[in-house]
């Protein structure tokens, strides 16, 4: 197809697009409203029937009840035939208890009775109510019913009330008695078939049905039905005007496509001559309109297009030199430092930027600079060659609020007022990256990190910012496409190193309990060995072991078992000091490790322990709503380096005796290894009362003992090398 038929079929499409679809709108909102109206309509008509037949059970009842109050047959009897003759019903029968007629007012209606209580029966041949005859003992005399045809004149008046034509129908679905014009009866008969529940049916000649009863309170079968109201000539005249309008679209099409063809093949001349590599083509500006504004931005396009391929080369070439070095760094090293250091002067080097930053987000929501380059002087700081004195709170400043929002920032500077701790440029770009997310693209919103209400609610990591551009331009988008992709590395990058970091961690902690594992401390005791040797300190082991441990699993299952674990192993984190380092050493077996602590304080810790097990009951959860109270007791062996072993495998074999010491002596209790020179007696307990109590300071006092010559220990008092326990 040629490019003038394509343009007359774009035209036509475009303008006869929105007529037909304005054609169908207005047919259907005309059609959707006659039928919102006519339901409304309807569904009044069907709460004034209801109200119709529940007020004419109600007179009928009343009626009823006028009669049944009369104590003397005989003056009940006139009491009927007054009823009768005020209007309140057309005929009242009383019977006696036996169901026998007593008496009867003239002219009842025929049956079948329908009790407006009662379930419906079929046909319907008038509307009663019955109430019961009671003698002053409550004793059943027979009963009074008042009765009001349904004929009609009956149906014709609830016409007459709703407004609506109503039809009413026997128990198989046929017509008793209607309103409705002979010509339609059939089709509203078989809409009503159709109409279930409150829904409103439609019939092929435009006319709505609802079907009302039979249900409780309101027992007649009746058919409600109207007519649509809709203008009969509506689809004509909006077919009429469809053709109309397209007639006009296609001779408007036809001159628009030849007036627009002639330009535009020029142009597509000149496009071609580009696409075949020459960049001297030209288009000839007819005319001032938007084609002759399309030729003239395509040759000034083209003039611009061959001064920026040389631009676009050189910079390609130094851009893919950045990524090499980049993705040689992130492959050969793990050094969070070296990766942000290549990333940032790779962005500087990319966008032609004089200064530069990277900011990490730590767990207070402070942004803190990890990487800088080129912004001596430029913040107040005390060492300005330190990048850890760049620190903006999230949500403050420009990194702050890029931080904050995750969106990318452009523009120039503007001191704020207060100072916010960035550093002073004149232009600025500046790029939030985030932890690539498992599921799919980064999301715009993420809790607040670590529960911290300052954190920014996105999933950022940090920031990349960059200052003053060479040549005093602003940066632009292409740089902001730039800075993008090496703060993704960046993300990358402090993602990948925390993954590594975490993986080690995972490799050297038990799963369920969080405390060290047995790798762990055979590295640790060989580590802990060394430095009491350099230092000239103590080191004391505690073996752990929870007693019947199996009679718990037996007894409460393996979840509970799992749960004592757990507590267990918050209780000795709860006791032991941040230098202290506690381990699982598989089953319900634990070590801890007390450096610089001697034998005294290494009871003072074991007693501790074995009170906050033994005081307590671990909660579990039971099978019933009430969790369950396991009693927990443990027995400790103790052994100190250098008085009890040579080296880090003895004292711990030396600890691990001591427990089996501990566990024959009884359980629940602590036994120390013995000395391991001089005499090797049997391991025996050191005597310490039961309820000892530590010093008022809570300090050991190394050398000291009580009255009763039992040990009174704890921590070492000598000094502690700071140091971060990597066991809490």
């Given at each position: 197809?040629?490019?003038?038929?394509?343009?007359?079929?774009?035209?036509?499409?475009?303008?006869?697009?929105?007529?037909?679809?304005?054609?169908?709108?207005?047919?259907?909102?005309?059609?959707?409203?006659?039928?919102?109206?006519?339901?409304?309509?309807?569904?009044?008509?069907?709460?004034?029937?209801?109200?119709?037949?529940?007020?004419?059970?109600?007179?009928?009842?009343?009626?009823?009840?006028?009669?049944?109050?009369?104590?003397?047959?005989?003056?009940?009897?006139?009491?009927?035939?007054?009823?009768?003759?005020?209007?309140?019903?057309?005929?009242?029968?009383?019977?006696?208890?036996?169901?026998?007629?007593?008496?009867?007012?003239?002219?009842?209606?025929?049956?079948?009775?329908?009790?407006?209580?009662?379930?419906?029966?079929?046909?319907?041949?008038?509307?009663?109510?019955?109430?019961?005859?009671?003698?002053?003992?409550?004793?059943?005399?027979?009963?009074?019913?008042?009765?009001?045809?349904?004929?009609?004149?009956?149906?014709?008046?609830?016409?007459?009330?709703?407004?609506?034509?109503?039809?009413?129908?026997?128990?198989?679905?046929?017509?008793?008695?209607?309103?409705?014009?002979?010509?339609?009866?059939?089709?509203?008969?078989?809409?009503?078939?159709?109409?279930?529940?409150?829904?409103?049916?439609?019939?092929?000649?435009?006319?709505?049905?609802?079907?009302?009863?039979?249900?409780?309170?309101?027992?007649?079968?009746?058919?409600?039905?109207?007519?649509?109201?809709?203008?009969?000539?509506?689809?004509?005249?909006?077919?009429?005007?469809?053709?109309?309008?397209?007639?006009?679209?296609?001779?408007?099409?036809?001159?628009?496509?030849?007036?627009?063809?002639?330009?535009?093949?020029?142009?597509?001349?000149?496009?071609?001559?580009?696409?075949?590599?020459?960049?001297?083509?030209?288009?000839?500006?007819?005319?001032?309109?938007?084609?002759?504004?399309?030729?003239?931005?395509?040759?000034?396009?083209?003039?611009?297009?061959?001064?920026?391929?040389a631009a676009l080369t050189s910079s390609r070439d130094q851009l893919r030199?950045?990524?090499?070095?980049?993705?040689?760094?992130?492959?050969?090293?793990?050094?969070?430092?070296?990766?942000?250091?290549?990333?940032?002067?790779?962005?500087?080097?990319?966008?032609?930027?004089?200064?530069?930053?990277?900011?990490?987000?730590?767990?207070?929501?402070?942004?803190?600079?990890?990487?800088?380059?080129?912004?001596?002087?430029?913040?107040?700081?005390?060492?300005?060659?330190?990048?850890?004195?760049?620190?903006?709170?999230?949500?403050?400043?420009?990194?702050?609020?890029?931080?904050?929002?995750?969106?990318?920032?452009?523009?120039?500077?503007?001191?704020?007022?207060?100072?916010?701790?960035?550093?002073?440029?004149?232009?600025?770009?500046?790029?939030?990256?985030?932890?690539?997310?498992?599921?799919?693209?980064?999301?715009?919103?993420?809790?607040?990190?670590?529960?911290?209400?300052?954190?920014?609610?996105?999933?950022?990591?940090?920031?990349?910012?960059?200052?003053?551009?060479?040549?005093?331009?602003?940066?632009?988008?292409?740089?902001?496409?730039?800075?993008?992709?090496?703060?993704?590395?960046?993300?990358?990058?402090?993602?990948?190193?925390?993954?590594?970091?975490?993986?080690?961690?995972?490799?050297?902690?038990?799963?369920?309990?969080?405390?060290?594992?047995?790798?762990?401390?055979?590295?640790?005791?060989?580590?802990?060995?060394?430095?009491?040797?350099?230092?000239?300190?103590?080191?004391?082991?505690?073996?752990?072991?929870?007693?019947?441990?199996?009679?718990?699993?037996?007894?409460?299952?393996?979840?509970?078992?799992?749960?004592?674990?757990?507590?267990?192993?918050?209780?000795?984190?709860?006791?032991?000091?941040?230098?202290?380092?506690?381990?699982?050493?598989?089953?319900?077996?634990?070590?801890?490790?007390?450096?610089?602590?001697?034998?005294?304080?290494?009871?003072?810790?074991?007693?501790?322990?074995?009170?906050?097990?033994?005081?307590?009951?671990?909660?579990?959860?039971?099978?019933?709503?009430e969790p369950l109270r396991v009693p927990v007791t443990v027995s400790i062996?103790?052994?100190?380096?250098?008085?009890?072993?040579?080296?880090?495998?003895?004292?711990?074999?030396?600890?691990?005796?001591?427990?089996?010491?501990?566990?024959?002596?009884?359980?629940?209790?602590?036994?120390?290894?013995?000395?391991?020179?001089?005499?090797?007696?049997?391991?025996?307990?050191?005597?310490?009362?039961?309820?000892?109590?530590?010093?008022?300071?809570?300090?050991?006092?190394?050398?000291?003992?009580?009255?009763?010559?039992?040990?009174?220990?704890?921590?070492?008092?000598?000094?502690?090398?700071?140091?971060?326990?990597r066991g809490r």
């Amino acid at each position: 197809m040629t490019l003038r038929g394509r343009l007359t079929v774009a035209f036509l499409v475009v303008v006869l697009g929105p007529v037909l679809l304005g054609a169908f709108f207005v047919g259907a909102t005309l059609s959707a409203v006659d039928r919102s109206r006519a339901t409304e309509r309807l569904g009044l008509a069907a709460a004034g029937v209801r109200t119709s037949v529940d007020a004419l059970c109600q007179q009928l009842r009343a009626a009823a009840d006028a009669v049944a109050l009369v104590a003397d047959p005989v003056a009940r009897s006139r009491a009927a035939d007054q009823v009768v003759g005020r209007g309140l019903a057309t005929a009242v029968v009383i019977a006696d208890a036996a169901g026998r007629t007593t008496y009867a007012t003239a002219g009842g209606p025929a049956g079948p009775w329908q009790d407006c209580a009662g379930a419906p029966t079929g046909r319907v041949g008038a509307l009663a109510v019955q109430v019961r005859l009671r003698d002053p003992t409550g004793a059943d005399l027979g009963a009074v019913a008042a009765a009001q045809p349904v004929d009609p004149a009956f149906v014709a008046r609830l016409a007459a009330v709703t407004g609506v034509d109503v039809t009413l129908l026997d128990g198989p679905g046929r017509i008793t008695h209607t309103t409705e014009d002979p010509g339609v009866r059939a089709a509203v008969l078989a809409a009503a078939g159709q109409a279930v529940g409150d829904r409103v049916a439609g019939t092929g000649d435009g006319r709505y049905v609802r079907r009302v009863g039979p249900s409780p309170g309101q027992p007649l079968p009746l058919v409600l039905s109207v007519p649509a109201r809709r203008p009969p000539v509506l689809f004509g005249a909006l077919a009429a005007a469809v053709a109309l309008a397209a007639l006009l679209a296609v001779l408007a099409a036809w001159r628009l496509a030849r007036v627009t063809t002639r330009p535009l093949v020029e142009l597509a001349g000149a496009v071609d001559r580009v696409a075949h590599g020459d960049l001297t083509a030209r288009v000839p500006v007819r005319s001032r309109d938007e084609i002759g504004r399309l030729a003239a931005a395509f040759n000034r396009m083209m003039r611009e297009t061959g001064s920026y391929v040389a631009a676009l080369t050189s910079s390609r070439d130094q851009l893919r030199n950045h990524l090499v070095v980049l993705g040689d760094t992130l492959a050969s090293t793990h050094d969070l430092q070296r990766i942000l250091r290549v990333i940032l002067d790779s962005a500087i080097a990319g966008t032609g930027a004089r200064a530069g930053a990277v900011l990490l987000l730590d767990g207070h929501g402070v942004l803190v600079g990890q990487c800088v380059e080129g912004l001596a002087g430029r913040w107040p700081t005390d060492d300005p060659a330190d990048p850890a004195t760049l620190r903006v709170p999230v949500g403050t400043g420009v990194v702050g609020a890029v931080a904050a929002t995750g969106e990318p920032v452009r523009g120039r500077w503007t001191a704020p007022d207060p100072p916010t701790g960035e550093p002073t440029c004149e232009t600025y770009v500046a790029v939030p990256f985030a932890a690539p997310d498992p599921r799919g693209p980064e999301r715009p919103g993420h809790p607040p990190v670590d529960g911290d209400p300052a954190a920014p609610p996105s999933a950022a990591l940090g920031v990349l910012a960059l200052y003053d551009r060479l040549g005093g331009h602003e940066f632009d988008d292409d740089d902001l496409a730039t800075l993008r992709t090496f703060a993704g590395h960046a993300a990358v990058a402090v993602e990948n190193v925390r993954v590594h970091e975490e993986a080690q961690r995972l490799s050297l902690t038990d799963p369920l309990t969080g405390l060290w594992n047995y790798r762990y401390l055979r590295e640790s005791i060989r580590r802990e060995v060394e430095r009491a040797n350099r230092f000239g300190r103590m080191l004391s082991v505690l073996a752990l072991d929870l007693d019947r441990f199996k009679h718990v699993n037996d007894t409460w299952g393996h979840a509970a078992g799992d749960a004592v674990l757990v507590e267990f192993a918050r209780r000795v984190r709860g006791v032991i000091r941040e230098v202290d380092l506690a381990f699982r050493h598989g089953g319900e077996e634990f070590v801890v490790l007390l450096p610089e602590t001697d034998a005294r304080g290494a009871t003072i810790v074991a007693e501790r322990l074995g009170a906050v097990v033994r005081d307590q009951p671990v909660s579990v959860d039971g099978h019933g709503d009430e969790p369950l109270r396991v009693p927990v007791t443990v027995s400790i062996g103790i052994a100190v380096y250098p008085d009890h072993a040579a080296g880090g495998q003895q004292v711990l074999d030396a600890a691990d005796d001591a427990l089996y010491a501990a566990k024959a002596a009884g359980r629940d209790g602590y036994r120390m290894a013995p000395v391991a020179v001089g005499d090797p007696a049997r391991t025996q307990e050191i005597p310490v009362v039961a309820a000892t109590v530590s010093p008022p300071d809570g300090l050991p006092r190394a050398g000291a003992a009580d009255p009763a010559g039992a040990a009174q220990g704890g921590a070492s008092s000598g000094p502690h090398p700071p140091r971060q326990s990597r066991g809490r």
